[in-house]
C-alpha cells in the first residue's frame, strides 16, 4: 500500500445534463473514473462484527494486519474494543495511541438482521389511515408488516386524508390522535410509527401528528415516548414499501443506537477524535449521525462484495463471491465491475425503499447443526453460533457441527486454531456427532463426520448453481468456512479457479477497507420539477452532512442519474423520459462521495515454485475413507510463486485450506491463493 492513485471505478454509471427539465429528460452521459491521491502512512480499522465471530483488517501505510476474536453477544462493543487491542498490538502501538493517530475507523455488524431473524427489536404501535388498518397498503396476497413486525393489537386508525394531488381533505383530530396513542401505549408500545395514506404527496398530516403526539408526551417526561413518520426515511411513492421501511427502521432503531454509539464512546475514550464510520448496505459508509438502523442490514456480507469487486477489477474477469462464515453462506456476483444493486431491499420479504448491493444468503456454515432426520442428513440452518458454538469449542454446545466434523477428520488442527487461541476438544467433536449423527445412521463417528462434509460441501454447490453462474468460471471463497469447505469445487467442470486471498477469513473487514464514504439523496420528478433545483437542493443537504463528518467542499464529489424501477423495486431503466412516465415514477437520485483512505492491491515478481520452506510438518487426516499422513503448509509463509499440490493442508491463524487430491494452488504476485486442477487454468507467467 503507501502513496498511490486509488481509482473509483464507476463504470455503467449516468448522469442527467444539469440543462434538462423534467418533461424532457434525454441527455445523459457516462461519467468518468474518478482519481484520489492519498498519504503514505494513512491508518485505517476495519471491524466486521458477525454472528460468531468479529473480524479487523488494519492498515498503516505499507503495512496490514488482521484480528479474529469471538463475537460478545450480549455486548458487540466489548469484542469491538478486542478486536481494534488485537490490532494495535500487531503494529506494535498502545490502543490509545493506535486510536489517536487512525484516520478512518469503519464498522459493519449484523447485529439489525439478528434483531430481527431472533425476533427481539421493539414493540411497535403503528399508526395509519381509517381503512387500512388490514390492508395496510398492500394489496392481493402481499405480506405485510403485521406478519411480523407488528403484534396483535398494536395498530390503530386515524381518521384523515390527503388526496393524490397533495391536497388536504382532512386534518388530524387531536382528541382522536392522543387517544389512538395512549391506546398503543397501555398496549406496551415503546416507539409510536406513523405512516398515513398519500403522505408522499404530501407530509403535513404526517407532520402534524408527531407534533400532537410531541405536545402531549414532551422528551422531558417519563412517559415520553419516541416517534418515527414514514416521511423521516422515505422520500419516494408508494404507500406499502414506505411504511415497511419506516417500521423495519424502527423495530431495530434502539439496540442500534445504543450498540454504535456506545462503541463510538469507548474509541473517543481512547482518544480517537474523528466519527465512527457505519457500513451502509448501499455500498459506502457514513457516521453515525447520519445512519439510520435499517441502512446497516446486510452490511458485513455488503462490504466483503467490496472486496470481491477489487479481485474482479484486479483480474479484469466476472466472478462469484462465496462467504461462508459460522452461520450463513452469502453468495454474489460482480459482473465486469460492476456491483450487483437493488433498488428495493427485502426484510423478511417486505419489500422496501432501501437500496442496497444485492446478497444472497443461505443458512450454512462452520457452526451449522448437523442432524439426523426422517429425509436423511441435514445441515442447518439452525447454528450453534458464538455462544455455546460447536461442541468442539468447550464452551457447553452438545450438537454436532460442521466444525465439529472438521476436527474429527483432522482437517483442523485442534491445537492451533485461531494461532492456537482457542484449543479445540476432538473428544467433545467425537461425542457429539455419535449421538447426533452416527449412532442414529449406524455407522462410525469418523464416517458420519465424513458424511457432514460431503453434505455441506453438495448444499454449497447446489446454491450456487440455484442463484446461477451466468458463464463465469471463477469464485472467490472468503470467511472463516469458506476455504474449508469450497477448494473441491474446482473439481467441478464449471469452476476453472478459486481464488483465496491472505486475508479471507475476515474479508468482509478487508472489503470495507475499500468502502468510501456515501451519502445518498432522492427527490421525486413531477411535472413542473426543474431538474438543476433538485440537484441544488440535495448537493446542499449533502455538503451540510458531510460537513459534520469532517469533509470541505473540495473534498466531496457528486454523482446523479435518474431511475425507475420496477413492480419488483428493481432498477428498471435509466430515464429518457419525454412526459410519458406516470408522475413520480421517476428518481432523481445524487450519490455524494467523501475522499478517504482506501486500500488497494500491490503485485510482486514471482520466485521459486518449491514451498518446502514453508512447510510446518505432517498430519494424519481422512480423505474420504483413507487416513494420509498428509504435509501442512504455513499460509504465510508460502512465496510468491509457491505451488502446493494435494493432498495437502495449508493453515494460516485465521482459516484453513484443504488441498484435494489432483488439485493445486499457485501463490501469485498479489500473494492471492489460486486453486485449479488444471494448471493453465491457474498459473500465469
Given at each position: 500500500?503507501?502513496?498511490?492513485?486509488?481509482?473509483?471505478?464507476?463504470?455503467?454509471?449516468?448522469?442527467?445534463?444539469?440543462?434538462?427539465?423534467?418533461?424532457?429528460?434525454?441527455?445523459?452521459?457516462?461519467?468518468?473514473?474518478?482519481?484520489?491521491?492519498?498519504?503514505?502512512?494513512?491508518?485505517?480499522?476495519?471491524?466486521?462484527?458477525?454472528?460468531?465471530?468479529?473480524?479487523?483488517?488494519?492498515?498503516?501505510?505499507?503495512?496490514?494486519?488482521?484480528?479474529?476474536?469471538?463475537?460478545?453477544?450480549?455486548?458487540?462493543?466489548?469484542?469491538?474494543?478486542?478486536?481494534?487491542?488485537?490490532?494495535?498490538?500487531?503494529?506494535?502501538?498502545?490502543?490509545?495511541?493506535?486510536?489517536?493517530?487512525?484516520?478512518?475507523?469503519?464498522?459493519?455488524?449484523?447485529?439489525?438482521?439478528?434483531?430481527?431473524?431472533?425476533?427481539?427489536?421493539?414493540?411497535?404501535?403503528?399508526?395509519?389511515?381509517?381503512?387500512?388498518?388490514?390492508?395496510?397498503?398492500?394489496?392481493?396476497?402481499?405480506?405485510?408488516?403485521?406478519?411480523?413486525?407488528?403484534?396483535?393489537?398494536?395498530?390503530?386508525?386515524?381518521?384523515?386524508?390527503?388526496?393524490?394531488?397533495?391536497?388536504?381533505?382532512?386534518?388530524?383530530?387531536?382528541?382522536?390522535?392522543?387517544?389512538?396513542?395512549?391506546?398503543?401505549?397501555?398496549?406496551?408500545?415503546?416507539?409510536?410509527?406513523?405512516?398515513?395514506?398519500?403522505?408522499?404527496?404530501?407530509?403535513?398530516?404526517?407532520?402534524?401528528?408527531?407534533?400532537?403526539?410531541?405536545?402531549?408526551?414532551?422528551?422531558?417526561?417519563?412517559?415520553?415516548?419516541?416517534?418515527?413518520?414514514?416521511?423521516?426515511?422515505?422520500?419516494?411513492?408508494?404507500?406499502?414499501?414506505?411504511?415497511?421501511?419506516?417500521?423495519?427502521?424502527?423495530?431495530?432503531?434502539?439496540?442500534?443506537?445504543?450498540?454504535?454509539?456506545?462503541?463510538?464512546?469507548?474509541?473517543?475514550?481512547?482518544?480517537?477524535?474523528?466519527?465512527?464510520?457505519?457500513?451502509?448496505?448501499?455500498?459506502?459508509?457514513?457516521?453515525?449521525?447520519?445512519?439510520?438502523?435499517?441502512?446497516?442490514?446486510?452490511?458485513?456480507?455488503?462490504?466483503?462484495?467490496?472486496?470481491?469487486?477489487?479481485?474482479?477489477?484486479?483480474?479484469?474477469?466476472?466472478?462469484?463471491?462465496?462467504?461462508?462464515?459460522?452461520?450463513s453462506l452469502d453468495l454474489s456476483i460482480v459482473h465486469d465491475g460492476n456491483l450487483p444493486f437493488e433498488l428495493s431491499h427485502r426484510i423478511e420479504g417486505l419489500p422496501t425503499h432501501i437500496p442496497a448491493i444485492e446478497v444472497k444468503t443461505v443458512g450454512i456454515g462452520g457452526g451449522s447443526i448437523a442432524k439426523v432426520t426422517q429425509e436423511g442428513l441435514q445441515i442447518g440452518p439452525e447454528s450453534a453460533g458464538a455462544n455455546p458454538g460447536p461442541a468442539c469449542f468447550g464452551k457447553g454446545g452438545k450438537m454436532a457441527t460442521v466444525t465439529d466434523a472438521d476436527v474429527v477428520l483432522g482437517r483442523i488442527d485442534s491445537e492451533f486454531f485461531l494461532?492456537?487461541?482457542?484449543?479445540?476438544?476432538?473428544?467433545?467433536?467425537?461425542?457429539?456427532?455419535?449421538?447426533?449423527?452416527?449412532?442414529?445412521?449406524?455407522?462410525?463417528?469418523?464416517?458420519?463426520?465424513?458424511?457432514?462434509?460431503?453434505?455441506?460441501?453438495?448444499?454449497?454447490?447446489?446454491?450456487?448453481?440455484?442463484?446461477?453462474?451466468?458463464?463465469?468460471?471463477?469464485?472467490?471463497?472468503?470467511?472463516?468456512?469458506?476455504?474449508?469447505?469450497?477448494?473441491?469445487?474446482?473439481?467441478?467442470?464449471?469452476?476453472?479457479?478459486?481464488?483465496?486471498?491472505?486475508?479471507?477469513?475476515?474479508?468482509?473487514?478487508?472489503?470495507?477497507?475499500?468502502?468510501?464514504?456515501?451519502?445518498?439523496?432522492?427527490?421525486?420528478?413531477?411535472?413542473?420539477?426543474?431538474?438543476?433545483?433538485?440537484?441544488?437542493?440535495?448537493?446542499?443537504?449533502?455538503?451540510?452532512?458531510?460537513?459534520?463528518?469532517?469533509?470541505?467542499?473540495?473534498?466531496?464529489?457528486?454523482?446523479?442519474?435518474?431511475?425507475?424501477?420496477?413492480?419488483?423495486?428493481?432498477?428498471?431503466?435509466?430515464?429518457?423520459?419525454?412526459?410519458?412516465?406516470?408522475?413520480?415514477?421517476?428518481?432523481?437520485?445524487?450519490?455524494?462521495?467523501?475522499?478517504?483512505?482506501?486500500?488497494?492491491?500491490?503485485?510482486?515478481?514471482?520466485?521459486?515454485?518449491?514451498?518446502?520452506?514453508?512447510?510446518?510438518?505432517?498430519?494424519?487426516?481422512?480423505?474420504?475413507?483413507?487416513?494420509?499422513?498428509?504435509?501442512?503448509?504455513?499460509?504465510?509463509?508460502?512465496?510468491?510463486?509457491?505451488?502446493?499440490?494435494?493432498?495437502?493442508?495449508?493453515?494460516?491463524?485465521?482459516?484453513?485450506?484443504?488441498?484435494?487430491?489432483?488439485?493445486?494452488?499457485?501463490?501469485?504476485?498479489?500473494?492471492?491463493?489460486?486453486?485449479?486442477?488444471?494448471?493453465?487454468?491457474?498459473?500465469?507467467?
Open positions: 500500500m503507501g502513496e498511490k492513485w486509488f481509482v473509483n471505478h464507476t463504470r455503467g454509471d449516468r448522469m442527467i445534463e444539469k440543462n434538462s427539465s423534467a418533461e424532457g429528460i434525454c441527455i445523459i452521459k457516462k461519467k468518468k473514473y474518478m482519481r484520489i491521491k492519498m498519504g503514505k502512512n494513512f491508518i485505517t480499522l476495519n471491524i466486521d462484527v458477525g454472528g460468531t465471530f468479529t473480524d479487523g483488517f488494519f492498515v498503516r501505510g505499507k503495512e496490514s494486519s488482521s484480528a479474529k476474536v469471538p463475537t460478545t453477544g450480549h455486548d458487540l462493543t466489548i469484542g469491538f474494543m478486542e478486536c481494534i487491542e488485537n490490532g494495535a498490538k500487531k503494529m506494535g502501538m498502545e490502543l490509545s495511541e493506535f486510536l489517536a493517530e487512525a484516520d478512518m475507523v469503519r464498522f459493519s455488524t449484523t447485529m439489525g438482521t439478528n434483531a430481527i431473524i431472533e425476533k427481539k427489536g421493539m414493540k411497535i404501535g403503528l399508526l395509519v389511515t381509517s381503512g387500512e388498518e388490514e390492508r395496510l397498503y398492500s394489496v392481493k396476497d402481499e405480506l405485510k408488516v403485521s406478519d411480523y413486525f407488528i403484534g396483535p393489537g398494536m395498530i390503530e386508525e386515524i381518521e384523515e386524508e390527503i388526496n393524490i394531488k397533495g391536497d388536504i381533505v382532512k386534518i388530524p383530530d387531536s382528541d382522536q390522535t392522543i387517544g389512538a396513542v395512549k391506546k398503543l401505549q397501555e398496549s406496551g408500545a415503546r416507539m409510536i410509527v406513523i405512516s398515513l395514506k398519500n403522505s408522499y404527496w404530501n407530509d403535513a398530516n404526517e407532520r402534524e401528528v408527531k407534533r400532537l403526539i410531541q405536545e402531549e408526551y414532551p422528551r422531558h417526561y417519563l412517559g415520553s415516548i419516541p416517534t418515527l413518520a414514514s416521511y423521516e426515511v422515505s422520500s419516494r411513492p408508494d404507500d406499502y414499501r414506505r411504511l415497511n421501511t419506516v417500521v423495519g427502521n424502527a423495530y431495530i432503531h434502539r439496540p442500534m443506537k445504543v450498540s454504535l454509539y456506545r462503541a463510538e464512546d469507548k474509541i473517543r475514550s481512547h482518544s480517537y477524535n474523528r466519527p465512527l464510520f457505519i457500513g451502509h448496505s448501499s455500498g459506502g459508509v457514513a457516521g453515525v449521525a447520519k445512519t439510520r438502523a435499517i441502512d446497516t442490514l446486510n452490511s458485513g456480507p455488503v462490504a466483503g462484495v467490496f472486496g470481491v469487486k477489487s479481485i474482479s477489477d484486479e483480474y479484469q474477469t466476472s466472478i462469484m463471491g462465496a462467504d461462508m462464515g459460522g452461520t494461532g492456537g487461541k482457542l484449543e479445540l476438544s476432538k473428544e467433545k467433536a467425537q461425542i457429539a456427532i455419535e449421538k447426533h449423527v452416527a449412532s442414529e445412521k449406524g455407522i462410525s463417528i469418523e464416517m458420519a463426520a465424513d458424511e457432514i462434509i460431503n453434505k455441506v460441501e453438495q448444499d454449497i454447490k447446489e446454491s450456487i448453481l440455484k442463484l446461477g453462474l451466468n458463464g463465469i468460471d471463477t469464485i472467490v471463497a472468503y470467511g472463516g468456512a469458506g476455504p474449508m469447505h469450497m477448494t473441491g469445487l474446482v473439481k467441478e467442470e464449471y469452476i476453472k479457479k478459486l481464488i483465496i486471498t491472505p486475508y479471507s477469513a475476515v474479508f468482509s473487514a478487508f472489503g470495507e477497507s475499500m468502502m468510501g464514504v456515501l451519502h445518498t439523496y432522492t427527490r421525486p420528478l413531477l411535472r413542473g420539477s426543474r431538474v438543476e433545483d433538485l440537484i441544488s437542493q440535495m448537493e446542499m443537504e449533502a455538503k451540510k452532512d458531510m460537513k459534520s463528518e469532517g469533509f470541505v467542499a473540495k473534498d466531496i464529489k457528486f454523482e446523479v442519474d435518474a431511475i425507475s424501477y420496477d413492480s419488483k423495486g428493481r432498477i428498471d431503466k435509466f430515464v429518457s423520459a419525454q412526459g410519458e412516465e406516470e408522475e413520480g415514477s421517476v428518481t432523481l437520485r445524487l450519490h455524494a462521495r467523501g475522499k478517504t483512505p482506501i486500500s488497494t492491491f500491490t503485485r510482486e515478481v514471482c520466485g521459486e515454485s518449491d514451498p518446502s520452506s514453508a512447510m510446518i510438518g505432517n498430519r494424519e487426516v481422512i480423505w474420504g475413507n483413507e487416513i494420509i499422513d498428509t504435509p501442512i503448509f504455513e499460509l504465510e509463509k508460502l512465496n510468491k510463486g509457491a505451488i502446493v499440490e494435494g493432498p495437502a493442508i495449508i493453515e494460516s491463524t485465521d482459516t484453513t485450506i484443504p488441498i484435494l487430491e489432483k488439485t493445486f494452488l499457485w501463490v501469485d504476485g498479489i500473494g492471492n491463493g489460486i486453486i485449479g486442477s488444471k494448471r493453465s487454468d491457474v498459473i500465469k507467467s
